[in-house]
């Protein structure tokens, strides 16, 4: 069965700094995609950023870029520049990919402070 | 244009009684998830659906029945709640028209078993 880890249950950062988020995932599939969703405190999960496996070149959107290794099963999240507003949960998800119908494997989740 | 909404926000049970939670999508979404998030466990799918009239269970599904009569509706019933089911509950939605379709979260129920 396919599993996902966030073995960092806090990190924290100094506003306009860089921090990275570690995801390891495990899956015997070579066709699959991953998401990284924040979970402010009001709850909401939204969308970060998402990485086809088949793609080699990295995702980024705006501050946030991903580091994809498919080799080694690592999917971190880096966030430049980071901002108050980003203070968060962050989780890391697994999709199988075609007929998995979308279901989502979630890791544990990793709880960012951004310090003024 | 609303998006995924979900009713109610929060609700207290007693131990034995049965209640329904209420996700509604405005968006024709074909696939809708019911998902329970627990601390330090992430967030877990109980059931989904992958079009009006169909339900499928998911990682954790016992204790939870679902329906799906009507496209833009999907409903997640707890026959006899017991304080495990103490949680906070997500819906989501997602058109599905490709492999890498995103999920659409709803702002969650929390729900507390006492």
């Known amino acids: 069965a396919q599993t996902v880890t966030q073995s960092q249950p806090e990190m924290s950062v100094q506003e306009a700094e860089t921090v990275t988020l570690s995801c390891t995932y495990d899956?015997?599939?070579?066709?699959?995609?991953l998401f990284w969703y924040k979970q402010p405190p009001s709850r909401q999960m939204i969308l970060v950023i998402r990485?086809?496996?088949?793609?080699?070149q990295n995702a980024t959107e705006n501050r946030f870029s991903v580091n994809f290794q498919k080799a080694a099963k690592s999917f971190s999240l880096k966030i430049s520049d980071s901002q108050l507003g980003d203070a968060a949960m962050y989780f890391c998800?697994?999709?199988?990919?075609?007929?998995?119908?979308?279901?989502?494997?979630f890791g544990q989740g990793t709880t960012l402070q951004v310090k003024p | 244009n609303a998006g995924v909404t979900q009713t109610p926000k929060f609700r207290v049970l007693k131990t034995g009684q049965s209640m329904t939670l209420l996700c509604a999508q405005d968006?024709?979404?074909?696939?809708m998830y019911w998902y329970r998030q627990d601390p330090g466990m992430g967030l877990r799918l109980i059931h989904y659906?992958?079009?009006?009239?169909?339900?499928a269970k998911g990682e954790v599904p016992d204790g939870y029945n679902v329906s799906r009569l009507k496209k833009q509706n999907f409903l997640l019933g707890l026959e006899s709640a017991a304080p495990s089911q103490t949680s906070v509950y997500f819906c989501?939605?997602?058109?599905?028209?490709?492999?890498?379709?995103?999920?659409?979260f709803g702002p969650g129920t929390r729900l507390t078993v006492l």
């Open positions: 989501a939605s997602s058109p599905k028209e490709s492999d890498a379709d995103t999920q659409y």
């Open positions: 899956t015997s599939e070579s066709d699959y995609y």
């Open positions: 990485q086809e496996a088949y793609k080699q």
């Open positions: 998800a697994y999709d199988g990919g075609s007929g998995n119908t979308g279901k989502l494997i």
């Open positions: 968006m024709n979404h074909e696939y």
């Open positions: 659906s992958v079009g009006e009239g169909t339900t």
